[in-house]
Structure formats: C-alpha cells, structure tokens
T-cell receptor, first 111, second 119 residues
Framework: QQQVKQSPQSLIVQKGGISIINCAYE??????FPWYQQFPGKGPALLIA?????SEKKEGRFTISFNKSAKQFSLHIMDSQPGDSATYFC??????????FGTGTRLTIIP | DADVTQTPRNRITKTGKRIMLECSQT?????MYWYRQDPGLGLQLIYY???????NKGEISDGYSVSRQAQAKFSLSLESAIPNQTALYFC??????????????????FGDGTRLSIL
C-alpha cells in the first residue's frame, strides 16, 4: 500500500523559531513531493515541492529537505511567524499517478 | 473574486437525499478534481477530469458521481446520501505541466470547501 506517514500531528513553536515537519514514504517510485498549507476555513494551497534529483529546495523561509536513502522528506519553516499557523500536508506521487497525502500537522506559532 | 468557487459552503441534509455540490473556476485550467477531507486524515481523491469528455474515478468514487458541464464547471453529486459521507469536500484545478495528458497530475488551486453534514 502506498503510504505517506507524517509527524508530528501537532506542533507548537515560538515566534522566531524553526518549525520542522517530517514525512516518510514507502514507495521508492515516488518522484514528486509537494507540501500544502491550509488555513482554517480555506482549501489547501500548494506551498513548495521537490523532486528527488535535489536534496534541498528553498523558497523564502520555507525549505524542503529530501533524503532519498532514508525515504524521508521534511519541511522547515525558518523564523516562524504567527501567520504561519496552519495545517500542513505532505504528499507524494510518481509519474502521473494520484497524490498520496499525509495526515496533516497542525502548526501553532506562539508569541 | 476567488479563482475556484464552491457552492454551497455548508450543507446539512438527511440520509437518502440527493445532493449536488458545485464548483466553478476562472483560471482556465483543463484539469479539475474533487477531494474529500476527513478529520485527522489527508485528502482522498473522488473524481478527476481533464475536459468535458474525460472523467475518471479516483480512489473513493463509490456513492458519488460527477458532471463536467463546461471547462469551468465540475459538479459532484451524492445520489443517496449516507452519514459516513459527512466530510469536507474540496474542488481543485491544475495546469501544472506533466509529461503526458493521461494520468492524474497534481492539484494546484483549491476552493474553500463545502462542509457537508448528513444526518
């Protein structure tokens, strides 16, 4: 079964700190790993994505780190801000197959 | 105005009723999707469509049907609603490039969802 396991389920980080959310996958054929950000009452929004030919991708304060041998990828949010408080979903797929989503992490940034 | 608009935003109905959720988009994207989100779970794909003549089942299509009335409109129907279909439903679009026109692809822009409760 194609699975993407996401942890932690919830995370509280102080303003200015680094938020780290982890995902692990089983299917070695996966070749696309996006992260989605969802605010309360809103739909998910594609935040950042990586393909396995690179180990890291950075966009502003958001970085995806990818470890192919460990079959893990993570989202790092640097200098976390209260406006980053949201639920984050990782996902993965290969080729044109459907995305398999993680179960989500509720991130709360406290002052 | 939102690029992907879902109506209604909230709906409470009874078991056995027929329900239609509507989605319209102004992004001009060919690919549209319907997803279901349950608390503590990720999103599950119900149906997806590449154009008005190309509709495909996702991983949880049983009990659901769809209609692609135009490039901009994609409706989801529950023919006879049951309580375990209570969930948050999202429509999405995409024009992310991929190698071929077949396959699912990745959703890019989501609507704000319809919260559906079936009593």
């Amino acid at each position: 079964q194609q699975q993407v396991k996401q942890s932690p389920q919830s995370l509280i980080v102080q303003k200015g700190g680094i938020s780290i959310i982890n995902c692990a996958y089983e299917n070695t054929a996966f070749d696309y790993f996006p992260w989605y950000q969802q605010f309360p009452g809103k739909g998910p929004a594609l935040l950042i994505a990586i393909r396995p030919d690179v180990s890291e991708k950075k966009e502003g304060r958001f970085t995806i780190s990818f470890n192919k041998s460990a079959k893990q990828f993570s989202l790092h949010i640097m200098d976390s801000q209260p406006g980053d408080s949201a639920t984050y979903f990782c996902a993965a797929n290969f080729g044109n197959e459907k995305l398999t989503f993680g179960t989500g992490t509720r991130l709360t940034i406290i002052p | 105005d939102a690029d992907v608009t879902q109506t209604p935003r909230n709906r409470i109905t009874k078991t056995g009723k027929r329900i239609m959720l509507e989605c319209s988009q102004t992004k001009g994207h060919d690919r549209m999707y319907w997803y279901r989100q349950d608390p503590g779970l990720g999103l599950q794909l119900i149906y997806y469509s590449f154009d008005v003549k190309d509709i495909n089942k996702g991983e949880i299509s049983d009990g659901y049907s769809v209609s692609r009335q135009a490039q901009a409109k994609f409706s989801l129907s529950l023919e006879s609603a049951i309580p375990n279909q209570t969930a948050l439903y999202f429509c999405a679009t995409s024009d992310l490039p991929f190698a071929s026109k077949t396959g699912v692809g990745q959703p890019q822009h989501f609507g704000d969802g319809t919260r559906l409760s079936i009593l």
